[in-house]
């Protein structure tokens, strides 16, 4: 187990994958503390987070279907109007290098934006709970299994 100070040593951008959101917003017992030092650093200017515009459609899923307005509400609110933290859209050089990504990596399309995405807004890592994201080598992956406060 590694500490966030540890795993985050030179990072200033830290992309940030689905889940970790996910978790965040909705206070997951297992990953609440984690997640919220890692989106206070963000909130403190220490870090300045990024995801793309896929994370905006895979946490809207759960609260449309059971409509849900006051969750819906909260992850617009994080991803679009929070200071240090840019959601982006996916334009076509990151479609392309996703792309490249898939096809070096064998990802998912969905993990292969996110990664891209990352990489795009100069992201020294990237937040996941995904495992076998790791094997990517342009920036560090973190998994969230493997960080402890």
Known sequence: MTKPDDALAGVTRLGFDTAPIIYFVEAHPQYDALVVELFQRVADGILTGFTSAIALTEVLVHPLR???AHL???YRDLLLNSDNF???????HAAQCAADLRARYNLRTPDALQIAAAMDAGCEAFLTSDATLQRITELRVLVSDDLEL
Do not use: F, I, Y
Not at 86 to 92: A, I, K, N
């Open 86 to 92: 840019e959601t982006r859209s996916v334009d076509p």
């Open 72 to 74: 819906q509400q909260q």
């Open 66 to 68: 059971h409509g849900d």
